[in-house]
């Protein structure tokens, strides 16, 4: 799941770049969204392995 945060993440850095400002802006907020999903599952699994 960070793998996809990090690709998303550079496709809005390109396309920012590039000028694509929607396609950016949406890539940008897919991979915040991925991000935070990934903590949490991240922080799941410490709890658990933990009890």
Request: charged residues 10%.
């Amino acid at each position: 799941m960070l793998r996809w945060t990090i690709t998303f993440i550079i496709i809005a850095i390109i396309a920012g770049v590039l000028g694509f400002g929607g396609i950016a802006g949406a890539s940008a907020g897919i991979a915040k969204v991925l991000f935070f999903v990934f903590l949490v599952l991240f922080i799941l699994s410490l709890i658990k392995k933990g009890a």
